[in-house]
């Protein structure tokens, strides 16, 4: 029997059978992200494939964490336009723009417009979790001129 199945596309971004889930649990006094959701299209349905794509929207105003990981990403914007902090660029990524994000570096997605941004994100099915950046690395994003005022991020106290 074939494990191959379709989900199809919806007008409001959503696809049949796939539900929407938080975009990840926050820890209290943490202010990791805000207005996203994710949903993830490819690798939770028993899939043998070694890699999962997910759909995460960001409203007017919303960002996904501040953060890094051993893995790398694949974003590919396929609604609206945002902003992308990856490594030590910035990045304005619109309509079909492919990013490329490379293992252990900072990046971050936010939405400084007016309306929903939306991206498919590809990465290994099996994976780290999210590592916080130090002081010196949010130290570092902050003094530099690229980077200044382009991330919401916070310092952690000691």
Same mark, same amino acid.
Not at 27 to 38: K, L, N, S, V, Y
Not at 48 to 53: D, G, L, M, N, Q
Not at 92 to 112: K, R, T
């Given at each position: 029997?074939?494990? &191959?199945?379709?989900?199809?596309?919806? !007008?409001?971004?959503?696809?049949?059978?796939?539900?929407k889930?938080?975009?990840?649990?926050?820890?209290a006094?943490?202010?990791?992200?805000?207005?996203?959701?994710?949903?993830?299209? =490819?690798?939770?349905?028993?899939?043998s494939?070694?890699?999962?794509?997910r759909?995460? /929207?960001? /409203?007017?105003?919303?960002?996904?964490?501040?953060?890094?990981?051993?893995?790398?990403?694949?974003?590919?914007?396929?609604?609206?336009?945002?902003?992308? @902090?990856?490594?030590?660029?910035?990045?304005?990524?619109?309509?079909?723009d492919?990013?490329?994000?490379?293992?252990?570096?900072?990046?971050? @997605? =936010?939405? !400084?417009?007016t309306?929903?941004?939306?991206?498919?994100?590809?990465?290994?099915?099996?994976?780290?979790?999210?590592k916080?950046? &130090?002081?010196?690395?949010?130290?570092? @994003?902050? /003094?530099?001129?690229?980077?200044?005022?382009?991330? =919401?991020?916070? =310092?952690?106290?000691?």
């Amino acid at each position: 029997m074939s494990k &191959s199945r379709l989900h199809k596309f919806n !007008p409001n971004y959503t696809w049949t059978e796939i539900a929407k889930e938080v975009y990840k649990q926050g820890e209290a006094g943490q202010p990791a992200f805000c207005g996203i959701d994710r949903q993830t299209l =490819i690798g939770l349905k028993g899939e043998s494939a070694k890699f999962h794509v997910r759909y995460f /929207e960001v /409203e007017p105003g919303g960002h996904s964490s501040l953060e890094k990981h051993e893995h790398e990403h694949a974003v590919i914007c396929v609604r609206g336009a945002g902003r992308a @902090l990856a490594g030590d660029k910035v990045f304005d990524v619109g309509f079909m723009d492919a990013l490329y994000v490379a293992p252990n570096e900072p990046h971050q @997605l =936010i939405n !400084p417009g007016t309306e929903p941004f939306g991206f498919i994100c590809i990465v290994d099915a099996e994976r780290d979790r999210p590592k916080e950046l &130090s002081k010196d690395e949010l130290k570092s @994003l902050d /003094e530099s001129e690229e980077t200044r005022g382009k991330f =919401i991020g916070y =310092i952690q106290g000691d």
